[in-house]
């Protein structure tokens, strides 16, 4: 078989997709080039208008610096550009091509609608300069939209999806790919230290310590250092998971339990890979999506919701644009109170499970599923607040802020979403902390006012000087909910 590559000179444009490790693009990229870079585009304003929070802009960023480490190691250069937007990319990346005089471009493909559009942008901007430009689908095991009902329609309720998707993709390996390997020296001396390009940006090599108004260095504004960053800290989270997983069905709604495998932040910025989790469930399971162990069957349905949504974002792209899925849910008459919003910020609700919660975002940057799935209840019910409003606090928030998931788990809660809760379905926060944190160890952790209560007492307590009281009756705004939803019929 002939060595000979396609192209002299390839450049991988990197995304949220920071590992060497199982990256479809790169690993295109070192099969199909003589000579290879990676080059990554921070775009601030971009970001905020999208709502990413320092948290999940600085993971991104750290994880960035460790991948860029590794590629050096590699003698594979990775260059770092800031514009302030998407759509001055296209031009940017034309000029950088021309300057570097790349052959073709690789990139893993992203959906939200803006992503898309920047993407076809950066194509027929290339094209000019007859650069390919190839996209290849990373982010999920098999190309959003690709699946469809019989009628042709994308999928709006999960199980069918699931089930469509194990009858055509059940037997597929999802193998993760090979790391590109090592380049020699004289590799990375074909490509320049420094560039000065036509834009006010000139190509660096270092990873700034801030982009636009985001810190990114330990002191900065992100609150997230407790989370290591980067491919082997993804890496090393996934095999310790491995242990747990046969527990995780039993563990997993357990906010006081390590159930989960905490990988969200990983799983979003790339450093680890959706192959790499599903591989490592299948082996687990006797190479099984459902049946056989519990755990392992557990977690890959989860990762099937995390499909689904991507789906959904593809097949119906009006949510992207602030939109319900269920259009009759924009007549809900939302209440406007700041008062109400401020406290569910802040946790302080005086509802104890809620709070605790919101202390676990607003600390950590991460709050465990069944707690997301309570406080956006709580907001979008209880408080009839717009869930326009939780979705974006939880982007600001979230070290692991991804449109798709986001936007699926608030619109589920909401009952404004497909396969969405039913609006009648309401959370109590009292039964749910009662059920799912039984003796209040989790409240305690992060509402040190409320350590010396009983694990009776905890989840509605007496008053006290320390906290606040409930600033709604669960009971009676459940019902004022119920009949929003209802009169919606109407
Ligand atoms: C209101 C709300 C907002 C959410 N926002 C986000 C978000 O911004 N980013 C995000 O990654 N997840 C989001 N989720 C989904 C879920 O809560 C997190 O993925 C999960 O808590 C992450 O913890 P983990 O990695 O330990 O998950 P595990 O239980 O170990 O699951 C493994 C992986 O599967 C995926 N996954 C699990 N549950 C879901 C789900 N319900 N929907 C989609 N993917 C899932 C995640 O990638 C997760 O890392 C949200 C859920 C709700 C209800």
């Not at 159930?259 to 299948?282: E, F, H, I, K």
């Not at 959904?312 to 992207?320: E, F, G, I």
């Amino acid at each position: 078989m002939s060595d000979q590559k396609a192209y002299k000179r390839g450049l991988v444009w990197l995304r949220n997709d920071l590992r060497v490790h199982d990256n479809t693009a790169l690993y295109r990229a070192d099969r199909g080039c003589e000579a290879l870079a990676a080059v990554y585009i921070a775009c601030p304003e971009t970001w905020a208008s999208h709502g990413d929070g320092d948290n999940v802009v600085a993971m991104r960023l750290r994880s960035l610096q460790v991948m860029q480490d590794a590629l050096a190691k590699k003698h594979i250069s990775l260059y770092f550009l800031e514009v302030p937007t998407f759509d001055r990319v296209p031009e940017l990346l034309k000029q950088l091509v021309e300057k570097l005089e790349v052959e073709a471009l690789f990139a893993n493909a992203e959906y939200p609608v803006n992503e898309l559009e920047r993407d076809q942008a950066v194509r027929a901007a290339l094209r000019t300069l007859r650069v390919p430009v190839e996209y290849s689908t990373d982010r999920t095991l098999i190309p959003p939209g690709s699946l469809a009902t019989n009628s042709g329609d994308g999928f709006k309720v999960f199980t069918p999806f699931k089930r469509a998707f194990i009858a055509r993709h059940g037997d597929e390996s999802f193998a993760p790919l090979p790391a590109p390997s090592a380049r020699p020296q004289a590799h990375r001396d074909q490509w320049p230290e420094w560039i000065a390009l036509a834009s006010e940006n000139n190509l660096v090599r270092s990873i700034p310590k801030t982009v636009g108004d985001y810190g990114v260095a330990p002191g900065g504004r992100g609150r997230v250092l407790q989370w290591h960053a980067g491919e082997p800290a993804g890496r090393k989270l996934l095999q310790d998971f491995e242990a747990r997983l046969p527990d995780y069905e039993a563990c997993r709604d357990f906010p006081a339990i390590n159930g989960t495998s905490r990988l969200s932040p990983y799983l979003n910025c790339g450093a680890v890979s959706v192959r790499q989790c599903v591989q490592l469930a299948l082996e687990e399971n006797g190479g099984r999506w459902v049946g056989r162990g519990e755990g392992a069957s557990s977690w890959l349905n989860e990762l099937i919701w995390r499909e689904f949504y991507q789906h959904l974002v593809v097949n119906y792209p009006k949510v992207c644009r602030n939109k319900p899925f269920k259009p009759e849910t924009e007549r809900v008459p939302w209440s406007r109170s700041e008062k109400d919003f401020k406290a569910w910020c802040d946790g302080e609700t005086g509802v104890p499970i809620v709070d605790a919660a919101m202390a676990q975002l607003n600390q950590t940057g991460w709050m465990h599923n069944r707690l997301r799935m309570v406080v956006a209840s709580f907001l979008t019910k209880n408080l009839l607040i717009d869930w326009r409003r939780g979705e974006r606090y939880f982007m600001q928030q979230l070290v692991d802020a991804d449109f798709a998931a986001n936007n699926g788990g608030w619109q589920w809660a909401a009952s404004t979403g497909t396969d969405a809760a039913p609006y009648f379905r309401v959370f109590n926060p009292y039964s749910q902390s009662k059920r799912f944190d039984a003796e209040g160890k989790f409240i305690r952790r992060f509402l040190p006012q409320l350590r010396g209560l009983s694990a009776k007492d905890i989840h509605c307590p007496p008053p006290l000087e320390s906290y606040p009281l409930p600033i709604c009756n669960v009971t009676e705004s459940r019902k004022r909910a119920i009949e929003a939803f209802a009169n919606l019929k109407l």
